[in-house]
């Protein structure tokens, strides 16, 4: 998928998320657009796959937030003191999202990315939504709509 140029600039975005005081079920689906925005990665509707890109997937015990086959699976929370519970929640289900090589959860402060690549150790990178901006945090967050695999390379 091509990159399209991006409608949201990462400082709007942390603006308009980190303090947001919406909870999570309001907040999950419009945060992810906003997101998808900032990095120039087409919605899951514009997408136009919903069985390889989409919100809600369903999974047996539930829903991940949003799936991307062969990019990830992401769960959101809206503090932080629940990503660990959204960790687990994935762990749980990735196996019905066949596997995919990063495990995301978020919250209106945090964007935590997991490597999950078999037979590789875990890495994991939290990105500020403050520090979004930052390109190298932005590039974090753009692999993993573009190219999930670079990741294995990080430091």
Excluded: C
């Excluded at 991307?68 to 762990?91: M, P």
């Excluded at 753009?142 to 190219?147: G, H, K, L, T």
């Amino acid at each position: 998928m091509t990159p399209q140029l991006p409608t949201i600039t990462p400082r709007d975005f942390a603006d308009r998320w980190s303090n947001a005081g919406f909870g999570e079920r309001q907040s999950a689906q419009p945060f992810f657009i906003d997101l998808y925005a900032v990095v120039g990665h087409p919605t899951p509707a514009a997408y136009g796959d919903p069985e390889r890109f989409t919100f809600e997937k369903s999974v047996p015990g539930g829903f991940a937030d949003a799936y991307f086959e062969e990019h990830f699976g992401w769960e959101f929370r809206g503090q932080d003191a629940q990503l660990d519970s959204a960790f687990d929640q994935l762990l749980r289900y990735q196996v019905h999202l066949k596997t995919p090589p990063l495990l995301i959860v978020s919250s209106f402060q945090t964007i935590r990315i997991q490597t999950n690549f078999p037979g590789m150790e875990t890495a994991r990178y939290d990105v500020n939504i403050g520090e979004i901006e930052q390109p190298d945090r932005l590039e974090l967050v753009r692999d993993a709509f573009f190219a999930p695999r670079t990741s294995r390379d990080e430091p």
